[in-house]
C-alpha cells in the first residue's frame, strides 16, 4: 500500500516498460484493471489500461484501436492534437502524472500509453450500466413532474439544464473523499443566488477531509450549522423542479454522484413544511392543505403528551359523559397512561419502521395488519384502552403528513421526552416542553439563515409565502435571504382581469 501511495506521486517516464510496472504496483491485486498491448503502425508499442464494465469496449474497438493500429508515431508532431485527429473521440485528454491516470480510470476513462512518450492520454468513453429515470418513490404528488433523480450525477445535471435553460445556470464540480473521489456538484444561479452564501458553501465543502463519501447524508451531516439538533437544516429531495424552484429564489443545491438524493440549502422550518403540489394547484387548494399541515404537525408533536397531561391531572377539563366513558375504558387498565402512551407508541414506531425495511410486497401488509392486530389484541387483554388506541393512530397518519422524512423523524422522536414531561407536571411540562423546542428552533441557522425566518424575525413581505399560498401573479419578490441580489421575480400588473363578459354566443 506504501508503494502504490509513492508511486501514485510519480510522472509518467518515456519507457513503456517503466510504466507498466509502476500501473501494476498500484493496481496491485486487481482484477478487474484490465492492460490490453498493442502496436501501432507495426512499429510502437502501446498500451491501453481501462478498468473492466466502466468502459465501452465497442468504442475503444473501433474508434481507438482499429484507427491506431495502422498509424505511425514517427510522423505526429503534435502528439495530443494528432491522436485527437486520428481517433473519433471528442473527450482526449494528456495526463503527465500517474495519480491523475489513476483519477481518469477511476472515473471510467481508458489511459493510452505509448513507448517513447513521456505522457499519457485519457480517453473519454466510459460507460456503466445505470438506472432509468423513474418517478421519486419517496415525494409522491397528485399533480407535478414524475421524473426524479438519478445515481448518475451526468443525468442529474442534464435534468436541471433542461428545465433551467440559462446559462446564469452554474455548476461547480469538487472531488471529495481520499479514497472513493467522489463527484461533488454545486449548483446555483448566478445574478439571484447571494455571492456570500456561495462562498459559504464552496468553504464548508472544501474543508471536508474524509476517505469517503457514499452519499449526500455524508455532505448534509459535514455542512450543517448544528449536527446535535434533532431537526434537518438542509433539505434533501429527489425531485428536479423542487430544485429548480429553490434555484430560482436564490439558494443553491448540492448534488452528489452515485445517489438521488440532492441536498438544499438554506432550509427554513416552513420550507421544510412545504409541498411542490401547493404550487402546481390552485392558490386557495394550497393553502387549505397548508393549514391542514400545520395543524397535523402540532397534533404529531402534541397529542399523546396532551392525552396523557389531561388524563393524569387535569380530568377537570374533559366533559363528564366523556370523562366517564374513558374511566370505563381505563378500570381494568394495570398502567397509568404514560407506560400506556409509551408501550403503544414504542409498539407503532417499531411496526412503522418494520413495514420500511421489509420488501415492498409485504412491508405495508405487515404494518397495517400489524397495527390492527395488536391494537385488538392489547385492548381485549387489557394492557391498553381504547382511546389511546385512537390517541396513537391518529397521531401516527399526522405524521405521515410531513412532506420532508426527516422532519417528522425529528417530530416522532421529540414527542417521547414531551411525553415524559407531560407524565410529570401535567400541562405545565407540556408546555416547558414545547417552549423548550421553540428556543432551540429560533437558535438554529442553515448556514447563517434564522431557522424561523420569516416568522422569527419577522418579515412581512415574505410571509405570503408562509401561512398562506398566494397566486402565483403575486409573489413578485424572491425571499431576502437567499435573493438579495436581484429579488424582482416578475413585473406588476401580472394579475389576470376578468373579462366583462362577450353576448357573440349568445346572438
Excluded at 471529495?176 to 465543502?205: C, D, F, K, W
Excluded at 431557522?451 to 422569527?456: F, I
Excluded at 441580489?485 to 376578468?498: D, E, S
Aim: charged residues 20%.
Amino acid at each position: 500500500m506504501d508503494a502504490s501511495l509513492s508511486n501514485s506521486l510519480d510522472t509518467v517516464v518515456s519507457s513503456l516498460d517503466d510504466n507498466l510496472r509502476t500501473l501494476k504496483v498500484i493496481y496491485y491485486r486487481c482484477k478487474d484493471v484490465n492492460y490490453h498491448n498493442f502496436i501501432i503502425g507495426g512499429t510502437t508499442r502501446a498500451l491501453v489500461v481501462y478498468i473492466e464494465g466502466m468502459v465501452n469496449l465497442d468504442l475503444l474497438d473501433r474508434n481507438v484501436l482499429t484507427r491506431l493500429l495502422d498509424e505511425s508515431v514517427e510522423e505526429w508532431n503534435e502528439t495530443e492534437k494528432e491522436l485527437s485527429s486520428i481517433i473519433s473521440i471528442s473527450d482526449v485528454k494528456e495526463v503527465a502524472k500517474f495519480a491523475d491516470i489513476v483519477a481518469n480510470i477511476s472515473s471510467g476513462s481508458a489511459v493510452l500509453l505509448i513507448d517513447g512518450i513521456a505522457a499519457g492520454y485519457s480517453l473519454g468513453i466510459a460507460y456503466w450500466e445505470k438506472r432509468s429515470i423513474e418517478e421519486p418513490s419517496a415525494e409522491s404528488i397528485i399533480r407535478g413532474p414524475r421524473e426524479g433523480f438519478t445515481e448518475t450525477m451526468m443525468v442529474n445535471t442534464a435534468m436541471l439544464r433542461r428545465k433551467i435553460k440559462s446559462p446564469a445556470l452554474k455548476m461547480m464540480a469538487y472531488q471529495v473523499g481520499r479514497h472513493t473521489r467522489t463527484e461533488v456538484v454545486i449548483v446555483y444561479m448566478e445574478g439571484i443566488a447571494n455571492p456570500s452564501l456561495i462562498e459559504e458553501v464552496e468553504q464548508r465543502i472544501a474543508d471536508i477531509d474524509i476517505d469517503g463519501i457514499l452519499e449526500s447524508g455524508y455532505i448534509e451531516g459535514m455542512i450543517e450549522d448544528n449536527p446535535l439538533s434533532p431537526f434537518p437544516q438542509i433539505q434533501v429531495t429527489e425531485r428536479p423542479d423542487v430544485v429548480c424552484a429553490a434555484l430560482l429564489e436564490g439558494r443553491t443545491s448540492i448534488l452528489v454522484d452515485g445517489t438521488p438524493f440532492a441536498l438544499i440549502a438554506p432550509a427554513t422550518l416552513f420550507s421544510l413544511l412545504q409541498s411542490p403540489e401547493d404550487y402546481y394547484q390552485r392558490f386557495i387548494i394550497g393553502t387549505f392543505i397548508r393549514w391542514l399541515r400545520y395543524l397535523f404537525f402540532f397534533i404529531t408533536l402534541l397529542l399523546p403528551s396532551l392525552y396523557v397531561a389531561i388524563l393524569t391531572f387535569h380530568q377537570e377539563m374533559v366533559p363528564t359523559s366523556l370523562l366517564l366513558s374513558v374511566a370505563k375504558s381505563r378500570e381494568d387498565i394495570p398502567f397509568p397512561a404514560l407506560v400506556e402512551a409509551l408501550l403503544m407508541e414504542v409498539s407503532f414506531e417499531a411496526l412503522r419502521e418494520a413495514g420500511v425495511r421489509l420488501p415492498k410486497q409485504v412491508g405495508a401488509a405487515v404494518s397495517i395488519v400489524g397495527a390492527l392486530v395488536i391494537g385488538q389484541a392489547a385492548t381485549s387483554a387489557g394492557l391498553v384502552s381504547a382511546p389511546m388506541v385512537m390517541v396513537v393512530a391518529i397521531t401516527g397518519i399526522a405524521s405521515f403528513m410531513m412532506p420532508q422524512y426527516t422532519t417528522g423523524i425529528a417530530l416522532r422522536m421529540l414527542r417521547f421526552p414531551i411525553m415524559f414531561l407531560s407524565g410529570l407536571l401535567g400541562l405545565l411540562g407540556l408546555m416547558l416542553g414545547f417552549i423548550a423546542i421553540v428556543i432551540h428552533l429560533s437558535s438554529l441557522r442553515s448556514l447563517g439563515v434564522p431557522y424561523l425566518q420569516p416568522l422569527a424575525p419577522v418579515k412581512r413581505s415574505e410571509m405570503k409565502d408562509v401561512l398562506a399560498r398566494a397566486p402565483i401573479w403575486a409573489m413578485r419578490t424572491r425571499p431576502k435571504f437567499t435573493g438579495r441580489a436581484n429579488r424582482i421575480r416578475q413585473p406588476k400588473g401580472q394579475q389576470p382581469v376578468p373579462s366583462e363578459g362577450d353576448d357573440t354566443h349568445d346572438r
